[in-house]
């Protein structure tokens, strides 16, 4: 393909965007069932090949992610904002104190670190967190204590 053919297609790409995005999405719908086999297989034959890479990439992210998280925050670990719990950092989950902010039921912290490091900043200081255990936040969600009982601890 030559350089102006790819201009040709971006320019004509631009142009006509909404064209363009519905006769993707109609494709799409048509060949449904044929993309979910060809995944599929796709999956099953590089299996070995995506575990490891994807393991070793989401850990540099999470690694990355907290020293960066550590140094905005300026501590030396994350702890439990109820109990003062820091034992391990997978036990630590963030409460959103604005439930609005959440992006959906399964919105957990220990997902975010999987992101790359821009779109875990950008998140990250998009919203307003506490840093609980999993026994507190659990807690919190029973009803067994509020919020407010933190007193000027939930900054």
Same mark, same amino acid.
């Given at each position: 393909?030559?350089? =102006?053919?790819?201009?040709?297609?971006?320019?004509?790409?631009?142009?006509?965007?909404?064209?363009?995005?519905?006769?993707?999405?109609?494709?799409?719908?048509?060949?449904?069932?044929?993309?979910?086999?060809?995944?599929?297989?796709?999956? *099953?034959?590089?299996?070995?090949?995506?575990?490891?890479?994807? $393991? $070793?990439?989401? !850990? +540099?992210?999470?690694?990355? =992610?907290?020293?960066?998280? #550590? *140094?905005?925050?300026?501590? *030396?670990?994350?702890?439990?904002?109820?109990?003062?719990?820091?034992?391990?950092?997978?036990?630590?989950?963030?409460?959103? #104190?604005?439930?609005?902010?959440? +992006?959906?039921?399964?919105?957990? !912290?220990?997902?975010?670190?999987?992101?790359?490091?821009? $779109?875990?900043?950008?998140?990250?200081?998009?919203?307003?967190?506490?840093? !609980?255990?999993? =026994?507190?936040?659990?807690?919190?969600?029973?009803?067994?204590?509020?919020?407010?009982?933190?007193?000027?601890?939930?900054?």
């Amino acid at each position: 393909m030559t350089k =102006n053919t790819k201009e040709y297609n971006h320019n004509y790409y631009e142009n006509n965007k909404e064209i363009c995005n519905n006769l993707s999405k109609e494709w799409k719908r048509k060949n449904a069932e044929k993309n979910r086999e060809y995944n599929k297989k796709y999956r *099953e034959s590089h299996r070995e090949y995506w575990k490891d890479r994807s $393991s $070793s990439f989401h !850990l +540099g992210n999470k690694k990355k =992610n907290i020293e960066w998280l #550590l *140094e905005y925050l300026n501590i *030396e670990k994350i702890s439990c904002k109820r109990c003062g719990y820091n034992e391990s950092f997978g036990s630590i989950d963030g409460h959103h #104190l604005d439930s609005r902010e959440k +992006g959906h039921k399964a919105d957990l !912290l220990c997902h975010w670190f999987k992101l790359i490091p821009k $779109s875990f900043i950008k998140k990250f200081l998009s919203v307003k967190l506490i840093f !609980l255990c999993r =026994n507190c936040h659990q807690a919190l969600h029973d009803g067994v204590w509020k919020i407010e009982q933190l007193g000027g601890k939930n900054e």
